[in-house]
């Protein structure tokens, strides 16, 4: 009622409304779910309500972007039981997001991303309708906000279609290696690094067609320096740094899936070269980074054969032995666990 008063607009009152709606669904204790779910129908009314051309721009688009937000929490908190409502949210937010106004877009998309992972496998019946609108969000270069929440999207598609990314990763990974091209935010590059691996995770060996590629851009990436003199630059290298090996390592196990192991050879000088300048650049080394080189060794170890004389002389390299030993020294229990278990993978 009071985001529809006519001062509603005034001293950010709807805004306001909405803001404590959320806080409401968010924190409310488990015997208001049923209040919860019978408030679903009502805010997709509203947000029906916001297509009709003589309603005011600007507070159909406040509609639209808070609707959107609100509608994240209630189907977080609904979980499984917003099942019999998702044909009509998915249907109202492919609107919304043909609209291409980027604040709603951003929201609209966080929403879809909520229901994808309340569906897990299901969501893939409403792909056919919902891919374009993914794609545009990818090629958003202008507007990061929107980029990442599309990022973001391709992830929880990742986790919940499983394989099944299959019938849409050459569309994707073809447009994010597109975007990368552009001036996009540093916030993005990571992300799009991540979504690879990802993508990679999912796919297993029927990923090795988009190995070449994808290892092209991880080589370039890890030649990446920045400014040490802003903290923003600093943490994003450390991010950068740390999905390229997270990347890495899933692109290892993709070819140990597919026994075609030796592909992998090519590709080694250039990564050892880079866990090297890692390793050194001590001013950066977080036991996260530790953590990611440890398990890329780790994977070397486990895919190339046990004979193999290219192995042995890579792993016993001074530099793996002196990476493992620090990491076994860490603080984090993480970091020591997986250098503990790198090691006897080498020693195998």
């Not at 026994?259 to 050879?265: A, G, I, K, P, T």
Request: charge should be negative; hydrophobic fraction near 40%.
């Amino acid at each position: 009622v009071v985001t529809k008063r006519d001062d509603a607009s005034e001293n950010n009152l709807r805004i306001t409304a909405f803001e404590a709606m959320n806080s409401i669904i968010e924190c409310g204790a488990q015997d208001t779910l049923k209040s919860i779910d019978n408030l679903v129908p009502f805010y997709l009314d509203l947000l029906e309500d916001t297509f009709n051309p003589e309603m005011d721009a600007k507070a159909s688009s406040e509609f639209q972007t808070y609707i959107c937000s609100i509608l994240q929490s209630v189907i977080m908190r609904l979980d499984e039981n917003i099942s019999g409502y998702v044909d009509r949210m998915m249907d109202i937010l492919i609107r919304l997001l043909q609209s291409k106004q980027s604040v709603v877009f951003e929201e609209a998309l966080g929403a879809v991303g909520c229901i994808c992972d309340v569906l897990g496998d299901s969501f893939f019946q409403y792909m056919d309708s919902f891919k374009l609108c993914l794609y545009e969000g990818l090629r958003c270069h202008d507007a990061s906000y929107v980029l990442l929440s599309a990022l973001s999207v391709v992830n929880d598609l990742c986790r919940s279609l499983g394989s099944d990314i299959r019938h849409f990763s050459d569309d994707i990974i073809g447009i994010l290696m597109e975007t990368l091209q552009h001036d996009v935010s540093k916030k993005v590059r990571p992300l799009i690094l991540s979504c690879f691996g990802d993508i990679a995770n999912s796919l297993m060996e029927d990923f090795t067609p988009y190995v070449p590629d994808v290892m092209r851009i991880l080589e370039f990436a890890s030649t990446t320096d920045v400014s040490r003199e802003e903290e923003e630059d600093i943490e994003y290298l450390i991010l950068l740094r740390e999905n390229i090996l997270t990347t890495y390592g899933v692109i290892i196990q993709c070819f140990r899936e597919s026994n075609e192991r030796n592909q992998l050879y090519p590709y080694l000088e250039k990564l050892f070269g880079f866990i090297g300048n890692v390793f050194n650049d001590r001013d950066l080394l977080t036991s996260s980074i530790l953590h990611g080189i440890c398990g890329v060794l780790g994977d070397i170890g486990l895919i190339l054969a046990k004979n193999n004389k290219e192995l042995i002389d890579i792993l016993n390299r001074k530099i793996v032995q002196d990476i493992i030993g620090e990491a076994k020294q860490s603080q984090s229990e993480k970091t020591e666990q997986i250098a503990n278990w790198t090691e006897k993978v080498i020693r195998r």
